[in-house]
């Protein structure tokens, strides 16, 4: 089936379609009727096949007060969609392209984008504050009383339809499922990323990850890949240990439990002095500091992934000198539109794995099982019709969050 015929008819106009608008912060979102309005120059309409609802919808649902808090406003930052239709000089994309929105900015042109490092765009992500990229707080979002809704981070997914400008969008294979596409727009990326790029972590290094989300994890499963010796996982959820196994932690902490030892102690004893590679992935600024202190002296570096903007961090000289290492790392210092291709590549994958079984002088059997290089089917925990988001957004999904029981959750547009 042509994937463009059913929609371009809109072309140029207003769409009218359903969207989850949060209205005021702490308050449970409210599915409306909205317009979404034609993409104007750089900026593409996407219609929205599968979102996710993760801690930032949830942080930035309840929040009411900072520099990017605004009301009414559509959440959802990770998505995958369509090209419905697109404005002028917009190049590489067309009607009907599979895309992954993706809140960091990759202008492609800047002095950062072009350079190999860093993933920094200059160009524009030291705006945090606009609804739209190229033209400050217009919004492509209008209720039905023809007043403005505010964008949220360049994304906006938790709509049927969105404008997202160039700078935010990768083109994808449509080989891909959508529901393992919709992971990379974010969290999975991170930790992916912050393992490959930031770190860059080497064959037979021992590493250690606080904190098992979407983030966590998916830092494992990057240092997995890269031939990690040692991959701690540490999370005060005990739940979270059965997910850690499967995506191939060697051995999982609990802090609460190690007695009046901190657990930097407990880290370096069973890294033999301290891991090559730590990662931050909470946002608790005291965490930040037990990863750094549970590196090696001489070569450790710590990774600071986890986001609290309120607080500051204490980290003690003395060990900055002996060489350890702590830098920060946004959406994994990857550069979307280059490597999260790279990422469906590794997925599409297949990989072989050998077993052999001996019996008693006689037989031996061999299994070969077919598998993704890259895992993302094992961060897919919960599914839920987007419909439903009124209904049990606070009361179901959020809660799963809240009690860490849920990796995102995914959100079907057109489930029934
Ligand atoms: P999540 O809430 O799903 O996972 C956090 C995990 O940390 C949970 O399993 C929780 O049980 C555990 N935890 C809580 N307190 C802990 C403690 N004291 N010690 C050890 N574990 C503890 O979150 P997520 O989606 O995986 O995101 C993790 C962090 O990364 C968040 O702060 C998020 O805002 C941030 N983030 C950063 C980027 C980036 O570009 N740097 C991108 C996405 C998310
Ligand atoms: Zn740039």
């Given at each position: 089936m042509d994937k463009t015929s059913s929609f371009s008819s809109h072309e140029g106009k207003p769409i009218r379609c359903k969207a989850a608008i949060?209205?005021?912060?702490g308050e449970a979102l409210v599915i409306e009727e909205i317009h979404v309005y034609p993409p104007q120059a750089y900026e593409v309409r996407i219609k929205i096949i599968c979102t996710t609802l993760c801690h930032t919808d949830l942080a930035f649902s309840k929040y009411?007060?900072?520099?990017?808090v605004r009301f009414p406003r559509i959440l959802g930052h990770e998505a995958v969609g369509v090209v419905e239709s697109i404005g002028e000089h917009v190049d590489g994309f067309k009607q009907g392209d599979v895309v992954l929105p993706v809140f960091h900015p990759h202008c492609e042109e800047c002095r950062d984008c072009k350079s190999s490092k860093g993933n920094w765009c200059t160009r524009f992500a030291?705006?945090?504050?606009?609804?739209t990229r190229r033209y400050g707080m217009a919004s492509r979002f209008k209720d039905s009383m023809g007043e403005d809704i505010h964008h949220f981070f360049f994304v906006s997914s938790f709509s049927e339809y969105t404008v997202v400008d160039i700078a935010h969008l990768v083109k994808i294979s449509p080989e891909i499922p959508v529901d393992r596409a919709v992971l990379l727009s974010c969290g999975v990326s991170t930790g992916i990323g912050a393992a490959w790029k930031t770190a860059d972590i080497e064959e037979g290094s021992t590493v250690a990850v606080f904190g098992l989300g979407a983030v966590g994890l998916a830092v494992g499963e990057g240092a997995r890949l890269r031939g990690a010796a040692q991959i701690i996982g540490i999370d005060i959820n005990p739940d979270k240990f059965a997910l850690g196994k499967e995506f191939g932690f060697t051995d999982l902490v609990n802090p609460t439990l190690c007695g009046d030892k901190k657990i930097s102690e407990v880290i370096k004893k069973i890294a033999g002095g301290g891991v090559d590679y730590s990662f931050e992935c909470v946002g608790i600024t005291s965490v930040l500091s037990e990863a750094f202190i549970s590196t090696r002296t001489g070569t450790g570096k710590t990774v600071a992934l986890g986001i609290n903007p309120a607080a500051p961090t204490e980290l003690h000289s003395f060990d900055l000198f002996r060489g350890k290492h702590v830098c920060g790392s946004l959406f994994g210092g990857l550069k979307p539109k280059l490597d999260i291709p790279v990422l469906v590549d590794r997925y599409l994958k297949k990989v072989y794995y050998l077993f052999a079984y001996s019996f008693v002088n006689a037989y031996k059997l061999y299994f070969i099982s077919n598998l993704?290089?890259?895992?993302?089917?094992?961060?897919?925990t919960h599914e839920l019709k987007f419909e439903d988001i009124n209904k049990?957004?606070?009361?179901?999904a959020f809660d799963l969050l809240e009690k860490g029981k849920s990796l995102p959750c995914i959100l079907w547009m057109d489930k029934k």
């Amino acid at each position: 089936m042509d994937k463009t015929s059913s929609f371009s008819s809109h072309e140029g106009k207003p769409i009218r379609c359903k969207a989850a608008i949060c209205r005021k912060a702490g308050e449970a979102l409210v599915i409306e009727e909205i317009h979404v309005y034609p993409p104007q120059a750089y900026e593409v309409r996407i219609k929205i096949i599968c979102t996710t609802l993760c801690h930032t919808d949830l942080a930035f649902s309840k929040y009411n007060s900072g520099p990017v808090v605004r009301f009414p406003r559509i959440l959802g930052h990770e998505a995958v969609g369509v090209v419905e239709s697109i404005g002028e000089h917009v190049d590489g994309f067309k009607q009907g392209d599979v895309v992954l929105p993706v809140f960091h900015p990759h202008c492609e042109e800047c002095r950062d984008c072009k350079s190999s490092k860093g993933n920094w765009c200059t160009r524009f992500a030291e705006d945090i504050v606009s609804n739209t990229r190229r033209y400050g707080m217009a919004s492509r979002f209008k209720d039905s009383m023809g007043e403005d809704i505010h964008h949220f981070f360049f994304v906006s997914s938790f709509s049927e339809y969105t404008v997202v400008d160039i700078a935010h969008l990768v083109k994808i294979s449509p080989e891909i499922p959508v529901d393992r596409a919709v992971l990379l727009s974010c969290g999975v990326s991170t930790g992916i990323g912050a393992a490959w790029k930031t770190a860059d972590i080497e064959e037979g290094s021992t590493v250690a990850v606080f904190g098992l989300g979407a983030v966590g994890l998916a830092v494992g499963e990057g240092a997995r890949l890269r031939g990690a010796a040692q991959i701690i996982g540490i999370d005060i959820n005990p739940d979270k240990f059965a997910l850690g196994k499967e995506f191939g932690f060697t051995d999982l902490v609990n802090p609460t439990l190690c007695g009046d030892k901190k657990i930097s102690e407990v880290i370096k004893k069973i890294a033999g002095g301290g891991v090559d590679y730590s990662f931050e992935c909470v946002g608790i600024t005291s965490v930040l500091s037990e990863a750094f202190i549970s590196t090696r002296t001489g070569t450790g570096k710590t990774v600071a992934l986890g986001i609290n903007p309120a607080a500051p961090t204490e980290l003690h000289s003395f060990d900055l000198f002996r060489g350890k290492h702590v830098c920060g790392s946004l959406f994994g210092g990857l550069k979307p539109k280059l490597d999260i291709p790279v990422l469906v590549d590794r997925y599409l994958k297949k990989v072989y794995y050998l077993f052999a079984y001996s019996f008693v002088n006689a037989y031996k059997l061999y299994f070969i099982s077919n598998l993704h290089e890259l895992n993302l089917d094992s961060f897919i925990t919960h599914e839920l019709k987007f419909e439903d988001i009124n209904k049990i957004l606070l009361l179901f999904a959020f809660d799963l969050l809240e009690k860490g029981k849920s990796l995102p959750c995914i959100l079907w547009m057109d489930k029934k």
